[in-house]
């Protein structure tokens, strides 16, 4: 897993960047398995809930104690935020963490300084 922080300065309007985010990059993102947790005007939260490997053996392994390995759970998110700079023109903030090939994407699309 990697941990992913980038901004986008942008020439669109918040509202139009919303939309630019969801027909761009959630449905890359959706790809990995992360759904749409909270979405509104100024963002929107995508969450991948996974159980790991290791807590599934345990609990096949220490049956019938270990079936409460099986509580154990990891969530990633990935939050995309939308910041007014000045009327008319906002900036794009995607943070979170995900699988090393996802934050490779969306590190590559970001633009560098």
């Known amino acids: 897993m990697a941990s992913l922080n980038f901004s986008l300065p942008t020439a669109l309007d918040v509202d139009a960047l919303h939309a630019y985010a969801l027909q761009h ?28 490997a290791v807590a599934i053996v345990a609990a096949i392994l220490l049956f019938p104690i270990g079936l409460f390995f099986l509580l154990i759970k990891i969530t990633d998110q990935i939050v995309i935020t939308f910041h007014e700079a000045t009327p008319g023109r906002a900036d794009l903030y995607v943070q979170g963490t995900g699988p090393n090939s996802l934050v490779f994407w969306l590190d590559g699309i970001a633009p560098r300084q």
């Open 25 to 52: 990059y959630v449905p890359t993102i959706s790809s990995y398995g992360y759904n749409i947790v909270s979405r509104d005007r100024t963002g929107i939260v995508l969450e991948w809930k996974r159980r790991p």
